[in-house]
């Protein structure tokens, strides 16, 4: 609609000015006018740069790359995905454009989990004895945000301070009473993570896995788009971004050969027919994990969402 499209121009036009050399010009004022002309100067440039990338492509073909390749790996350039690319960077204040504030809900909180206000928990050998609630995890330790997310982009960071943890989102009709082999994070088609496991990071979704061979970060970034029905994990230091995960359905041959973006590709896109809550998987004692901060200037953005 049109308020979405003037949201999303906004932080498009930020974007191009702050990223492109020489930047475009745009009136400080917004409006659909500059739009159309802004618009216009995206695809005058995209298509310079498929054309550019089509040029190199051919040269490389009559080096021995069969016209099957070539054309895969032009639709590769003309729509990248996320990789496990350790040069994979990007700007923190960017997403921070879409900074999300989250809430950890108290009538989710398995027993074994302890909560600190509103924004830290951590796994405990002594059961905590909550209220009875019909949303309360009982067979897996997790602990839910507060928060729906059904529509545009949601961001926020999580600090790994111990143990085990895992972070993900869930559908809101998910059955808190599952055993605990259905009801992890991950092994469902209700939900899906990013785990540290102590010695790499594990991204899963209805059962299957991906290893990431990636160093440890103390800062996730979860960068949820559901215009794109695609979830993000970065590994977060100082400004820049390292993108270790992306799940998303891919349309290429590669996913064929790959159980993990096969069982993305079958199912994925329909967790996006739910409403969406933020998800924590405190897995070993003393796992423990914090809500990161966002900085001052992103409340205002929050206000309005």
Not at 121 to 144: D, M, W
Not at 235 to 259: A, E, I, N, R, Y
Not at 293 to 303: I, Y
Request: charged content about 25%; some cysteine; proline content about 4%.
């Amino acid at each position: 609609n049109s308020v979405f499209l003037a949201q999303e121009f906004q932080a498009l036009k930020v974007a191009m000015e702050e990223n492109f050399s020489p930047a475009l010009s745009f009136q400080n004022e917004l409006n659909f006018t500059n739009c159309a002309q802004a618009m216009g100067a995206v695809k005058d440039m995209l298509s310079a740069a498929c054309k550019n990338q089509w040029d190199r492509l051919q040269g490389k073909g009559t080096d021995g790359l069969s016209f099957q390749k070539t054309e895969e790996a032009l639709a590769e350039s003309r729509f990248p995905e996320k990789s496990n690319n350790p040069a994979c960077l990007e700007s923190r204040d960017y997403f921070l454009k879409f900074a999300f504030i989250i809430d950890l809900d108290s009538d989710t909180a398995d027993k074994f989990i302890q909560l600190f206000g509103t924004k830290g928990a951590k796994r405990v050998l002594c059961p905590i004895p909550y209220p009875e609630s019909p949303t309360r995890f009982i067979n897996c330790e997790q602990v839910l945000g507060v928060n729906l997310m059904n529509r545009g982009n949601y961001y926020w960071e999580v600090e790994l301070i111990d143990g085990w943890v895992s972070i993900g989102v869930i559908a809101e009709d998910f059955d808190p009473r599952e055993s605990y082999n259905r009801g992890r994070l991950g092994r469902n088609e209700k939900s899906c993570c990013l785990q540290w496991n102590g010695q790499n990071y594990v991204a899963w979704f209805g059962g299957f896995e991906s290893v990431i061979q990636q160093p440890f970060f103390h800062t996730i970034g979860v960068f949820l788009e559901y215009s794109e029905k695609a979830l993000t994990f970065y590994g977060v230091k100082d400004s820049k971004m390292t993108c270790l995960q992306q799940l998303k359905v891919s349309h290429f041959t590669k996913g064929q050969l790959d159980p993990f973006q096969n069982k993305v590709n079958q199912q994925f896109a329909s967790l996006f027919l739910c409403k969406l809550k933020p998800a924590f998987f405190l897995e070993s004692v003393d796992a423990h994990l914090q809500i990161g901060p966002l900085k001052k200037d992103c409340v205002s953005v929050l206000k309005r969402r």
